[in-house]
């Protein structure tokens, strides 16, 4: 008897509440609003959240919207606690479900801000505690994304899962939902490799979903959304020349853009492509000029169309555009090094090496984790002038030498001797 009171009781509190909330219209008594929320916080604060449901209902009695950027979150703390609480029925349990759903149903309506959220939620507990059918389940996912595109990807990752398990051979499109749902992921966190593990297992390989976004922008070629999945994809299987196509498509879209400028001038790299690499790396300091990473860049395809002096100049801008940046000084270690490497052995070339070694060094204190610095100063050890041939050529410590030779015209630097 005492359990079916207690039952009784709990469900009329609840339930009530609910009725309560829906159906009233009385003018709002604003100190008793704030004395019911008062109670409400502080028995949420102490974790009592059986006594707090029912002033929380009052307060969405008296006023939806007053306090809405605390109150239905903490009446969702205190529904979700009492739904995992280990003494309930089944029958109370369903009461907090149907109450839950009403809640983020009102919350919705009179928080809008947060209206992405509840929608998410809602799509959980459908899929998780009411066990609903997986087309119902999918609808909320998706509408809780349409909402706001920046739910939590853990969401969007439960709705590629529903795609995946319910894909048939025709009759939904829940394949290429789920395809366009994991690349979306993919860019929105290329570090993440779960979203390409998931990408996947849905196509034979990465080829196969190049053909297919291929298919999905020729059938839709003005669609910018489109050509930028087919054009980054692509990129990533290394189907260089599919991807510039795309991605020229886009900066002739949205000329400002420095995402599409970053893939094109990638993709112009990697297809060996220098020159147009090159103005699609000044135009993207024209958009970013603060951007190391674009200097840096630059530097990469002036050393690799051999244009020494105009790379260690990109180098050394990258440098200070990341605030003494140490990777581009190890660049500029690793052009002396190549430079003597491919003229001689001669007295002269020692001097390279040894400017690649002090190059080096300097690029290591400047930023500690640029640990292949140190490996290329001891790799180089026995490379550098000996005190021999110092004291042969009769140059003493401190003094300094110019470095000179065909090969070097374009360093116009000097060594000191040790």
Not at 157 to 168: H, I, Q, S, V
């Amino acid at each position: 008897m005492k359990r079916f009171v207690k039952i009784f009781l709990f469900n009329l509190l609840v339930i009530t509440g609910v009725i309560s909330a829906q159906n009233s219209d009385a003018p709002v008594d604003s100190m008793k609003l704030l004395t019911q929320y008062s109670l409400f916080s502080e028995y949420h604060k102490n974790k009592d959240y059986k006594s707090a449901l029912p002033y929380g209902w009052t307060v969405l009695e008296l006023d939806k919207k007053k306090f809405a950027k605390w109150i239905y979150y903490k009446m969702e703390d205190a529904l979700w606690y009492l739904h995992d609480s280990s003494d309930l029925s089944e029958d109370e349990i369903k009461v907090i479900e149907d109450t839950t759903i009403y809640l983020y149903n009102l919350a919705e309506e009179y928080y809008p801000d947060a209206k992405g959220y509840f929608q998410a939620k809602k799509a959980f507990i459908s899929e998780t505690w009411l066990g609903l059918d997986a087309e119902t389940v999918i609808k909320e996912y998706e509408t809780a994304i349409q909402y706001d595109s920046n739910t939590l990807t853990y969401y969007y990752d439960r709705l590629g899962k529903l795609y995946k398990a319910n894909m048939d051979d025709g009759s939904n499109d829940y394949k290429q939902k789920a395809l366009d749902l994991y690349n979306y992921l993919s860019e929105k966190e290329p570090d993440n490799p779960q979203w390409q593990q998931e990408l996947e297992t849905l196509v034979e390989n990465i080829d196969e979903l190049v053909d297919i976004l291929k298919k999905t922008w020729d059938l839709d070629h003005e669609n910018v959304e489109k050509a930028w999945k087919y054009g980054s994809t692509a990129l990533k299987a290394s189907r260089y020349a599919e991807a510039i196509a795309a991605l020229e498509f886009l900066v002739s879209k949205n000329p400002e853009s420095s995402s599409y400028w970053t893939q094109l001038a990638s993709a112009y790299h990697k297809n060996e492509q220098l020159s147009k690499a090159e103005d699609a790396y000044k135009k993207l300091i024209q958009l970013e000029p603060d951007k190391k990473e674009h200097y840096l860049n630059l530097g990469i395809v002036y050393r690799d169309r051999g244009q020494l002096a105009a790379a260690r100049s990109q180098f050394e801008k990258a440098s200070d555009a990341g605030n003494n940046w140490g990777l581009p000084i190890y660049y500029i270690g690793n052009l002396y090094e190549q430079a003597a490497r491919s003229c001689g052995f001669e007295f002269e070339d020692k001097l390279v090496y040894l400017l690649a070694v002090d190059t080096y060094r300097r690029a290591k204190n400047m930023d500690p984790t640029v640990t292949q610095a140190q490996e290329r100063i001891s790799a180089l050890s026995g490379s550098v002038p000996s005190q021999e041939d110092y004291f042969f050529r009769g140059l003493k410590s401190g003094q300094s030498i110019p470095i000179i030779g065909n090969c070097y015209g374009w360093i116009g630097k000097s060594i000191t001797v040790p």
